[in-house]
DNA sequence: AAATCGTATTGATGTGGATCAAAGGGCTCC
DNA sequence: GGAGCCCTTTGATCCACATCAATACGATTT
């Protein structure tokens, strides 16, 4: 037989008010009135499959998403079949900033697990953010992060050596597990060693033979997708240490 | 003997009501009486000499700018002296957008020729936007353009070929240059080779070979920074016909 | 008009990562 | 719980771009 459960009770244990990603998320920084009236903007909840779309490049711009649970991967594509990662986002990021510009989306965002997103209409959101200033300015950080983290992957890209790349990569996803009470030293991948080379613009043996450098080095244990970090101050010494 | 002309007068001039950049800029989308309310909260012009810096990295963020003069680029400089160019911005375009998501400066901004600004105080216009919709929506419409062309940029960094990404680049400037009511097929380059190949993640001596290529195959003229395009198709088929 | 200095071009050589190739290991899906 | 497939690792070779080096050009200064 099935539940009689009132809808209304899923629903409030998933709004923003109780969301336990809420110090990550859009919601940083509001009071409890104000979180409130963010919760009744969040319309709904959508769960990605892994490997599916949230959206697609060209798909009409009409919400920004936030992750719930799980996490993602972006990416643009050429007409030439040339693909190259753009992001992985984890929970409490947000999704479709980029189809703002041209109302449609610019990219595609696949999950990388089996994932949940809030949908935050993109037109409400600014209403409301129209009217308090603190969810107007911290949406303006989120936005800004973005920048300020695409221009470090374009020095990543620009001017470091597959091992720095792949170093500060395994340093940055360190930090983000931390910042979501997870061990800073031992995590699970959810990307294959393709993606990561496409994030990083090296081939996918390229990130294998890194990997497996750091191994004999001892500064990780790696067995497959499962890291652990062993000498973190060693990789950072990977990425200072340039002998230009 | 000195002008008495009385300082308003220039500054009338200057109103981004009366500035022919305002189609590409912040005042975009706003009707006249709108883009009076945004001339208020223009405090101020700066101009800025060659070379020098309009920001640098760390500074606290308390504006943006609007380019009304001149050309700039930024650019992100590592411990280890290794720096990045991260973008060449051009007349009506905005600058200061990183330093929203910290409350400072994450790059250097760094003056190409002569140039002039227009100073954005940013909690005031975060106050003008909450009251009006239109300049809200351009401002958002700016920031999400400035993460999209760094998707392009990692695209370009990450899977391009050398002669991919010069094509791309002189596309690009190519297009800036015609929205901008000058020549699409005939300009000139305010940055040196070193700052292209700081942009495009290659070496000065690549981008003069590139440049070389390009003029042997009557792709362009090339004279010094003086470039014209003789071939523009030719130019985008580089870029397209990619034989993986 | 000569001197200077930053910028650009071109050539010769070196190398990091790509490419090609093959085999082993672990998921996923019946 | 087994079959198949995708993912990963590792080795051998190749190549695009970096590096090193020398010269030439152009703008600015004197």
């Known amino acids: 037989m099935k539940s009689v459960v009132p809808v209304t009770v899923v629903e409030i244990k998933t709004a923003c008010s109780q969301c336990n990603l809420r110090e990550l998320c859009l919601p940083f920084g509001l009071d409890p009135g104000e979180v409130n009236q963010l919760d009744e903007l969040v319309g709904s909840r959508r769960k990605i499959k892994r490997q599916q779309h949230l959206y697609r490049s060209g798909d009409p711009f009409e919400a920004i998403y936030a992750i719930r649970a799980g996490s993602f991967k972006t990416d643009v594509i050429l007409e030439d079949g040339r693909d190259q990662v753009t992001g992985f986002q984890m929970t409490g990021e947000v999704l479709g900033l980029d189809g ?29 953010s129209r009217q308090v200033e603190s969810l107007q300015h911290q949406f303006h950080k989120i936005m800004s992060r973005e920048i300020v983290r695409d221009h470090g992957v374009m020095m990543l890209l620009g001017s470091m050596r597959a091992e720095e790349r792949l170093a500060a990569f395994l340093l940055n996803m360190s930090q983000r597990f931390t910042v979501r009470g997870f061990s800073p030293s ?9 993606e990561i080379g496409s994030y990083l613009g090296l081939k996918l043996e390229t990130v294998s033979r890194a990997f497996s450098r750091f191994q004999e080095e001892g500064l990780v244990a790696v ?10 101050p060693g990789l950072k010494r990977i990425l200072n240490h340039h002998t230009a």
């Open 100 to 128: 703002i510009s041209s109302e449609e989306h610019s990219c595609n965002a696949i999950a990388l697990e089996d994932s949940e997103v809030c949908v935050i209409p993109f037109g409400r959101l600014e209403e409301l």
């Open 223 to 232: 067995q497959q997708k499962h890291i652990r970090i062993l000498d973190t």
């Open 186 to 194: 031992e995590f699970h991948l959810r990307m294959t060693r393709d």
